[in-house]
């Protein structure tokens, strides 16, 4: 199959770093894609339009140029199909290039009732988490007989993260075994709002053996190492709906069974996540701390983390893409 992947520049969403990992995986199930910026000239763009190609037109809503229209036109009268995709779009997509797609993918679920909109589901990484738990604990020094408890996620002042860690500590207090982690992996650029010096008072009125506190993660293999070693997620859903999307996933991909804040910006996640609606910080780490503590409903969960994991990762993802450009045939 001959695939021609227009994709934008932008990194907003991810849409960039998505797009590569699935030219990966589009490669490890033997679809060599060839990749052109939707910047580029019709006549660069046309040279490779042959019969029976599908354009994958890979986009961020906002910046697709209106007159790719005539560029796409054209690769249809050769004989090529077209296929748009993104994480979110409106009825205005359609609207605009209604007449020169023959599907649009949708990431997420945002209720359009077109017949042509086909919902494939972001991916997360290709991850196998070691059986042996206990070696991953000893590894990061983390204690092999308490029941380690992991927050993931974006730090920002207006996520109020240091409130729910404070809510979980003084739920912890009545529970020994707890182990707190608290991870982000973006830094604190400076730190202007003292969220830092927050989450670090909070976490010193624990015992110096309760928690460990990194904002310092860059290796993505790491972090999902460390996830893997935990025994239950919690993400707090603030504002950025990257955030909590990009934090889910990575619980999906280590398998980690996961309690996030209701949330619409996390639809995609259908299984293995408990969800508490609402943002109060009590509430949300009682809740916490008591399915840290029913083995049974950790195991289920985990369970759909197992069914998420294939349903989302990028392999799974790309075999979905290859069905539905066979479809097109």
């Known amino acids: 199959m001959a695939l021609l992947v227009l994709h934008s520049p932008h ?3 991810g849409i960039a770093e998505y797009g590569r990992a699935l030219g990966v995986a589009f490669l490890a199930e033997g679809v060599t894609p060839r990749s052109r910026p939707l910047s580029a000239s019709p006549e660069f763009i046309l040279n490779d339009v042959a019969p029976g190609t599908v354009v994958l037109v890979h986009f961020e809503p906002s910046l697709v140029p209106f007159d790719i229209a005539s560029t796409l036109m054209a690769a249809r009268e050769r004989g090529a199909r077209v296929v748009f995709c993104c994480h979110w779009f409106g009825d205005s997509t359609l609207a605009n290039f209604g007449h020169v797609a023959d599907r649009f993918v949708v990431h997420r679920d945002y209720g359009l009732k077109d017949q042509r909109v086909v919902e494939i589901p972001l991916g997360c990484p290709v991850y196998d988490p070691p059986a042996d738990k206990a070696s991953l604990r000893r590894r990061y020094e983390l204690p092999e007989d308490a029941i380690v408890v992991t927050t993931l996620g974006f730090l920002s002042p207006w996520k109020k993260l240091p409130a729910v ?29 003292g969220e830092k010096r927050a989450m ?6 624990l015992p110096g053996d309760r928690y460990f506190f990194s904002t310092e993660f860059r290796v993505e293999q790491d972090l999902l190492d460390r996830l893997a070693a935990s025994d239950l997620a919690f993400l707090y859903h603030g504002q950025d709906t990257g955030s909590v ?6 619980c999906v991909a280590a398998r980690l069974p996961a309690v996030v804040t209701g949330s619409s910006h996390a639809s995609d996640i ?14 949300f780490s009682s809740e916490v701390l008591f399915t840290a503590g029913d083995p049974p409903k ?6 759909g983390m197992e069914r998420e994991y ?6 799974a993802v790309a075999r979905r893409y290859i069905d ?3 479809s097109l045939a």
């Open 11 to 13: 990194e907003r969403c």
């Open 165 to 193: 860690a404070g809510a979980m500590a003084r739920m912890m207090r009545m529970a020994p075994r707890v182990f707190l982690q608290v991870l982000t992996a973006i830094p604190f650029a400076g730190d202007a709002h």
């Open 200 to 205: 670090q008072r909070v976490l010193s009125s």
């Open 245 to 250: 999307s990009a934090a889910t996933k990575a």
């Open 270 to 283: 259908r299984e293995g996540v408990h969800r508490v609606e609402g943002f109060d910080p009590a509430r």
């Open 298 to 303: 950790l195991a289920a969960m985990r369970e």
């Open 310 to 315: 294939r349903r989302l990762n990028m392999r």
């Open 324 to 326: 539905l450009f066979g």
